[in-house]
Each structure stands twice: as C-alpha cells, then as structure tokens.
Nanobody, 125 residues
C-alpha cells in the first residue's frame, strides 16, 4: 500500500507562491502515476494536475495552467506542486493521490487508490 504525506501549505497573499510536497512510501514510487486534487469548502474535489511515473507527461486543469507546475523526484520519492500567481479562488485543501503501479494518471479522483491527508492552502486578497 502506498502512503502519502503532503506538506507545504499555508497562508499567502494573492500573487504569492507556495510549493507543496508529497512524500511517498510503501511502494516503488517510480512506478506510480500521481495526481494533485483540491477541495474548497462546500465544493466537490476537483482535479488540479497529473504526472506520469517518468515525468514524460503532465496535464493541468485550465484554471491553473501556466501558474502551477507539477513535478517529481523519484530518487527522493516525492512529488511537488509549485504554485505561482496564487488567487483567492485557489483556496482549498490540496491532496496528492497515487494510482496502482503502471496505471496512467487520470483526471478522475475515483481512479486513485492512495491519498494523502491533505494540506490547507489559503490565499488572501
């Protein structure tokens, strides 16, 4: 079973930046497609970004494209989400998620077998 732990959330002013980390253990991280999702109060969990196990493919939801960058360091068993030019509407709990080995990451949260506990990101105006 893959265990995931997010960190790096916090309070930031609009226009600022944060870098989220997702530390993985329990499985061969280099075989795991990863995703970042977020959930704002009163809203459903939504897709943010995905990355394949070899970083060969990434994708983003339109609202963050050009501002957020997903990456990973397989040697350190860690995935990242660099968030720049943050907006108040980015305020949410951010979750990293992992698929079962060798399955492509998708935009559907139901496809993910493992989830972190979430980290709060709050952007003030």
């Amino acid at each position: 079973q893959l265990q995931l732990v997010e960190s790096g959330g916090g309070l930031v002013q609009a226009g600022g930046s944060l870098r989220l980390s997702c530390a993985a253990s329990g499985r061969t991280f280099s075989s795991i497609g990863m995703g970042w999702f977020r959930q704002a109060p009163g809203k459903e969990r939504e897709f943010v970004a995905i990355i394949t196990w070899n970083s060969g493919y990434t994708d983003y939801t339109d609202s963050v494209r050009g501002r957020f960058t997903i990456s990973r360091d397989n040697a350190k068993n860690t995935a990242f989400l660099q968030m720049n030019s943050l907006k108040p509407e980015d305020t949410a709990v951010y979750y990293c998620a992992g698929r079962d080995p060798w399955l492509l990451p998708t935009m559907d949260a139901r496809d993910y077998a493992s989830w972190g506990q979430g980290t709060q990101v709050t952007v003030s105006s």
